[in-house]
Every structure is written in C-alpha cells, then in structure tokens.
C-alpha cells in the first residue's frame, strides 16, 4: 500500500516555473515506480512523466521533454516534478502515482493522489 499527497501547485504566468511534491507513505515506495499524469477540463488523463525505483531512468511525454524534469528522493518518501517554461496549455490538475512500471498508460498505476491544481496565465 502506498498513500500519495500531492503539493506546490498554484497560479503561475507564462514562461514561469513551479515545483511539484508529492509525498509518500507506505514500506513500498522505494521500490515503486512514481508517475505524474494531468487532467485539464473536459480532456482525458494524460501521461506527463514516470521514474523508475531508483531515479536511474526517467520518461516524458514528447510535449514536455526539455520543460520538464522528475525526480525521486527516496530517503524522504517523495517524488518531484519541476516544470519550467511554463504554458496556458499546462494548465490542469495534476496526479502523482505509484506503480511497478514506468509506463505511459494510468491503467499500469495502482495507487493515486488526489491531485493538485496548475494554472497558467497568458
């Protein structure tokens, strides 16, 4: 089991940067995959980033590579997501997640935070 809570979204202009946490909490999140996935209004989830257990392997969906960067600090349990460059098109709520795999699809995650906000202003 592995309980998730997301932090540090918020109200940002275009161009700027914000950092999201997500905290874990259960004996399984060293060894779990960490996701971050997003959802704007009336769009479907969509994939944002994944990390493996260890940090040594990251993915990114095509829009974000170079924007943004995950990362993991599993001494203190969390995942990170810093997003830089920010875009209007950024905006929605977005989801932390624990799986065994750094896959693209939500269905390959088995636990979930309850998301943060992220809006960007033009």
């Known amino acids: 089991q592995v309980q998730l809570v997301g932090s540090g979204g918020g109200l940002v202009q275009a161009g700027g940067s914000l950092r999201l946490s997500c905290a874990a909490s259960g004996r399984t999140f060293s060894s779990s995959a960490m996701g971050w996935f997003r959802q704007a209004p009336g769009k479907e989830r969509e994939f944002v980033a994944a990390i493996n257990w260890s940090g040594s392997s990251t993915r990114y969906a095509e829009s974000e590579k170079g924007r943004f960067t995950i990362s993991r600090n599993n001494a203190e349990n969390t995942v990170y997501l810093q997003m830089n460059s920010l875009k209007p098109a950024d905006t929605a709520v977005y989801y932390c997640?624990?799986?065994?795999?750094?896959?693209?699809?939500?269905?390959?995650?088995?636990?979930w935070g309850p998301g943060t906000q992220v809006t960007v202003s033009s």
């Open positions: 997640a624990a799986g065994p795999y750094t896959v693209y699809v939500a269905a390959g995650y088995s636990y």
